[in-house]
């Protein structure tokens, strides 16, 4: 593990109920972060979706995927204290259904940077099965 929750919150501004990455476990070049979402019967969004059979909301993971890639993003020195906005999602499929008891293994890979605006791939898993995957767009406001 690279960072856990408390080092997170020293590079987003993200906090509860609404920091949706546990850990960061590897980054790799630069380009390519993994992170971990243990997911929790006790969170907020199960009061409501839906409260017979717990299901998490699609758009929680791609906010996950998001707050990762902006971890990633934002541990770089030239953004540091800065704050990465999601921009746009492209092409995101949604595989399996997510439910409490599971982690989620939250893969991102920043693929193209150009002032300011970052694109990456996404990808969310429990275990070897996608959750969901697609196209992620950042903007690193200054």
């Known amino acids: 593990m690279i960072y856990n929750s408390n080092d ?3 590079i987003i501004p993200h906090r509860y109920p609404f920091l949706l990455v ?3 476990e590897e980054i790799t070049d630069d380009t390519v972060i993994i992170g971990k979402k243990c997911v929790s019967a006790n969170e907020m969004q199960f009061m409501g979706h839906f409260p017979e059979k717990h299901v998490m909301p699609g758009v929680l993971m791609i906010e996950a995927l998001a707050q990762t890639g902006a971890v990633l993003l934002l541990s770089k020195e030239e953004n540091k204290g800065k704050i990465a906005v999601l921009a746009g999602v492209n092409k995101i499929r949604f595989k399996r259904q997510v439910i409490p008891g599971d982690t989620l293994t939250l ?5 193209k940077m150009k002032a300011g605006i970052g ?10 099965e996608i959750a969901v995957k697609g ?4 903007a690193v406001e200054k």
């Open 8 to 10: 997170i919150q020293k």
């Open 22 to 24: 546990d850990t960061i």
């Open 107 to 111: 893969k991102v890979e920043l693929t």
């Open 119 to 128: 694109f990456a791939n996404a990808t969310a898993l429990v275990g070897d």
């Open 135 to 138: 196209e992620i767009m950042f």
